[in-house]
């Protein structure tokens, strides 16, 4: 089993739609999750950090589940300019190791 | 200001080359990062500087040299490359290593 999977994808989606990603990791002692967007042949940009008491930013919204061992990352109200593909980045601080997810490609269509 | 930049943006090597890719950053990090990216797949870690000192090296081949000469700069050194390293080659920072990472644009590059 890979260490962190998400949503194979590719999501179409119209605008204005809600989507919503899942990632799942496998080590139970990662401390540490991020969620990142990253356009064509460009470096991925930090979207938001995922805290234990979940977090909103604007349209979307992050949620961790510990017992379960995935975060999800939830887009209101798609805009095209969404149109990415989405990393989930976990950290596990025992083994100071950081791995990103392979990545949901998003298209947000008119 | 969450700027990492780096230097070539792109560069095309011969096998027998030796070049070097550059990262600066100013916000104050102390752990800098070099990852590789090939196309559709995610950033894969190669080496973590915390404290201007080497904390991880992934088992990447000694054709790739990192140097940290001080807190803000990172280099990666390239000797003898081979035509599957060619990559974007992507630089990051962190406040310290457990934080969140910001990315440069990277060095898209060639081996010929």
């Known amino acids: 089993r890979k260490e962190v999977e998400q949503d194979p994808g590719p999501f179409n989606v119209p605008e204005g739609a809600t989507v919503a990603f899942n990632c799942t990791y496998s080590n139970s002692a990662s401390q540490s999750f991020f969620w990142y967007r990253q356009d064509c042949r460009k470096e991925p940009k930090l979207l938001m950090s995922?805290?234990?008491s979940g977090n909103e930013d604007g349209r979307f919204t992050a949620q961790l589940n510990r017992a379960s061992q995935y975060i999800s990352l939830l887009i209101r109200d798609s805009k095209l300019s969404d149109s990415a593909t989405y990393l989930c980045?976990?950290?596990?601080?025992?083994?100071?190791?950081?791995?990103f997810g392979p990545g949901t490609r998003l298209s947000v269509l008119p | 200001d969450t700027e990492v930049t780096q230097t070539p943006k792109h560069l095309v090597m011969g096998m027998t080359n030796k070049k070097s890719l550059k990262c600066e950053q100013h916000m104050g990090h102390r752990a800098m990062y070099w990852y590789k990216q090939k196309a559709k797949k995610p950033p894969e870690l190669m080496f973590v500087y915390s404290y201007e000192k080497l904390s991880i090296n992934e088992s990447v081949p000694s054709r790739f040299s990192p140097e940290c000469p001080n807190s803000s700069l990172l280099n990666l050194h390239l000797h003898a490359l081979q035509p599957e390293d060619s990559a974007l080659y992507l630089c990051a920072s962190s406040q310290v290593q457990d934080y969140e990472q910001y990315f440069g644009p990277g060095t898209r590059l060639t081996v010929t």
């Open positions: 980045a976990v950290k596990d601080n025992y083994g100071q190791n950081f791995v």
């Open positions: 995922v805290y234990s």
